[in-house]
């Protein structure tokens, strides 16, 4: 079975400033999906960045960007220059690669402060 | 377009009695999952459903039960309400064809209290 791992429960940011929030996971799968989810207090999960597994290229939408470090198992996001809208929890999520496997397996999250 | 639609937003229940939440996709996504989230085991795949099949599950006792409509609407159905069910229920939906994979886009949850 896979697991994803957040070890870092809380998380504080200047504002302006860039934050790395860290995530690890363990599969035996070649192919994969990886995501960041994004959940403010209206608690609707909204998605953040998706890497394929299969890409070595790091994705990246506008100030997130992630490390994929896939022999590591790692995959860290990036925010920079910290908004005070970036607040919010942050999870990991993860994959497979198998058509017809939608089930998402998260991490525990990373609640994430921006401060003014 | 429209998003994911969850129904009712909050509920309360008591003890022993039967719930059923409903969740709308967004128009064309023939799959539906669903998720419990709550602040002591996080967030749990409950099952999904492709075309009105339930085509994976998660772990969770047989209380829990949903299903699928022709036109892709999904409901969700707990039985015999415990208060450690009490949790933020999440559907999700997702396009999903023949070597094609997107993501999941969530609803905003119904949140279910029960006393």
């Known amino acids: 079975a896979q697991t994803v791992t957040q070890s870092q429960p809380e998380m504080s940011v200047q504002e302006a400033e860039t934050v790395t929030l860290s995530c690890t996971y363990d599969?035996?799968?070649?192919?994969?999906?990886l995501f960041w989810y994004k959940q403010p207090p209206s608690r609707q999960m909204i998605l953040v960045i998706r890497?394929?597994?299969?890409?070595?290229q790091n994705a990246t939408e506008n100030r997130f960007s992630v490390n994929f470090q896939k022999a590591a198992k790692s995959f860290s996001l990036k925010i920079s220059d910290s908004q005070l809208g970036d607040a919010a929890m942050y999870f990991c999520a993860y994959r497979s690669g198998n058509f017809g496997n939608e089930k998402l397996t998260f991490g525990t999250g990373t609640r994430l402060t921006i401060i003014p | 377009k429209a998003g994911v639609t969850q129904t009712p937003r909050y509920l309360i229940k008591t003890r022993g009695q039967q719930v059923t939440l409903s969740c709308s996709p967004i128009s064309g996504h023939r799959s539906v999952s669903w998720y419990q989230q709550t602040p002591g085991q996080g967030l749990q795949f409950l099952f999904e459903y492709f075309s009105e099949t339930q085509r994976n599950k998660g772990n969770f006792p047989g209380r829990f039960s949903g299903r699928q409509f022709s036109n892709s609407r999904s409901e969700m159905n707990v039985s015999t309400l415990e208060l450690g069910d009490s949790a933020l229920y999440l559907c999700?939906?997702?396009?999903?064809?023949?070597?094609?994979?997107?993501?999941?886009?969530f609803g905003q949850g119904t949140r279910l209290t029960v006393v």
């Open positions: 999700a939906s997702s396009y999903t064809g023949t070597g094609i994979n997107t993501e999941a886009f």
């Open positions: 599969t035996s799968e070649s192919d994969y999906y």
């Open positions: 890497q394929e597994a299969y890409k070595q």
